[in-house]
């Protein structure tokens, strides 16, 4: 079965600090994103990936970075967190081809900023 | 950036009722996706449409894509309390591996 896994469930940072958020998955998919979820606002991208050590900026990327050094991992980094980072952070993944493929999830890390 | 509407935001009915949950753009879309989310867990694929008009059933579930590939609905019939969660509807644009996700419609079913 498909598995996309998140480093961590809940994480807790101080602004200022950099942060990473892992995400790895086994199904051989090309593409990856990385997406942030407030209430009222769905799903917005940050960063996706259609191969390993390419990115492509999503629709929010101020103040984030990410890195894709082998295929089935995708990591998102905040260089320099601010409380208004604080979110649910989710990883995607799916097959090469145009956006009718489905993406697969991870669980989620929900992101504190102090 | 393409921009995707739901309505309702929010809706809490009793179990056995009837709802439809909207998912509009002005911008045309070459498929549409739904996606269910519970508690503590990411979304999970429920549907995908792809020509204008598309009706498809998933049980008590029914999707349907605007003829004009510009929005799409979703109406549950006899809604259960393991329907409760967020639906999110997600546009794809010709060619591009990425989608536009809608704002989400939370729904609880109360036994």
């Known amino acids: 079965d498909v598995k996309v896994t998140q480093s961590s469930r809940y994480l807790v940072k101080r602004t200022g600090e950099k942060v990473f958020l892992e995400c790895v998955q086994d199904?051989?998919?090309?593409?990856m994103f990385w997406y942030r979820q407030d209430p009222g606002l769905g799903l917005r991208l940050i960063y996706f990936?259609?191969?390993?050590?390419?990115?492509e900026k999503g629709d929010i990327p101020e103040g984030y970075s990410v890195s894709r050094e082998k295929k089935e991992r995708f990591s998102l980094i905040l260089e320099s967190a601010s409380t208004n980072q604080t979110s649910m952070y989710l990883c995607?993944?799916?097959?090469?081809?145009?956006?009718?493929?489905?993406?697969?999830f991870g669980d989620g890390t929900r992101l504190s900023i102090l | 950036t393409q921009l995707l509407e739901q309505s309702p935001q929010f809706l809490s009915i009793q179990e056995g009722e009837n709802l439809t949950v909207y998912c509009n753009s002005s911008?045309?879309?070459?498929?549409l996706q739904w996606y269910r989310q519970e508690p503590g867990e990411g979304p999970v694929l429920l549907v995908t449409?792809?020509?204008?008009?598309e009706v498809k059933k998933l049980k008590r579930l029914t999707f349907q894509f605007g003829d004009a590939r510009k929005d799409s609905s979703l109406h549950i019939t006899a809604a259960q309390p393991g329907d409760t969660g967020l639906y999110l509807c997600?546009?794809?644009?010709?060619?591009?591996?990425?989608?536009?996700f809608g704002t989400g419609t939370k729904l609880q079913v109360i036994p």
């Open positions: 199904m051989d998919h090309e593409n």
């Open positions: 449409v792809v020509t204008g008009g």
């Open positions: 911008s045309v879309f070459s498929s």
């Open positions: 990936s259609y191969d390993v050590k390419m990115k």
């Open positions: 995607a993944s799916s097959p090469a081809s145009t956006g009718d493929q489905p993406q697969h």
């Open positions: 997600a546009g794809a644009e010709g060619g591009y591996q990425k989608v536009t």
